[in-house]
């Protein structure tokens, strides 16, 4: 076996039960945020959806290194929703969700090593393990990007059936100090065009964080 193979076997089991946890449990209903300070509030900012402006506000993941914006209304999932949800030892560490349980943010830091450079192939590899694994409908699709803080992330989008309704899968690999991190995005198919500026953002606004993460970054919460 080689080098790569063993990474992606590591990561196997995580990205089968995280998807299929998604397609068979998405009526979970969810309190909404809290309001942020002042100083909080002045780095928010606002993303169209169609005819709506949603707000926006930053969280911090990978222990505070690493920033991230999502929308406002989202809340961390409760713990005891995330066991019913993800009851496997593989649950993402951190779960973000919607109102209605319908859309989520996951993070989840592995402890797979990888060089920038060997994320493309991983990615492809990854892609590979997806399609082995899940009841894909439509394949949409792998790509590498650099963010616009410069941040490389290979990203693999499809949508998967569900118990009752199809979803839209876009997962996101990105290496933060020397190890992988996956992210995912997911909503109902039908719901994906209106919630695709949501992903993009997700994706465009990932950063290293650059001061201490107790100032005006909201803490995730890592799930054991």
């Not at 616009?148 to 693999?156: A, D, H, Q, T």
């Amino acid at each position: 076996m080689n080098y790569m193979d063993e990474h992606i076997l590591s990561l196997k089991n995580k990205i089968n039960h995280d998807v299929a946890s998604n397609n068979e449990n998405m009526n979970l209903s969810q309190p909404a945020v809290s309001d942020q300070d002042n100083s909080a509030a002045e780095q928010n900012r606002m993303l169209r959806m169609g005819d709506e402006l949603i707000p926006l506000e930053w969280k911090t993941i990978s222990d505070g290194q690493m920033g991230v914006s999502i929308p406002k209304s989202f809340s961390l999932m409760p713990l005891e929703q995330v066991r019913f949800k993800y009851p496997s030892e593989h649950r993402p560490q951190i779960i973000y969700t919607s109102l209605d349980g319908t859309v989520n943010i996951t993070f989840n830091p592995t402890e797979s090593a990888l060089e920038v450079d060997e994320l493309p192939e991983f990615v492809e590899q990854m892609a590979d393990v997806l399609r082995s694994v899940q009841p894909i409908r439509n394949w949409i699709g792998t790509e590498m990007i650099v963010n616009r803080s410069g941040l490389s992330i290979g990203l693999v989008r499809f949508v998967a059936a569900g118990v009752d309704f199809n979803l839209y899968n876009e997962m996101l690999l990105f290496i933060h100090e020397g190890q992988v991190t996956m992210g995912t995005f997911n909503c109902i198919e039908s719901d994906m065009e209106a919630w695709l500026p949501v992903a993009e953002n997700t994706v465009q606004s990932l950063h290293i964080v650059p001061f201490p993460s107790n100032s005006t970054f909201e803490k995730g919460v890592a799930f054991l």
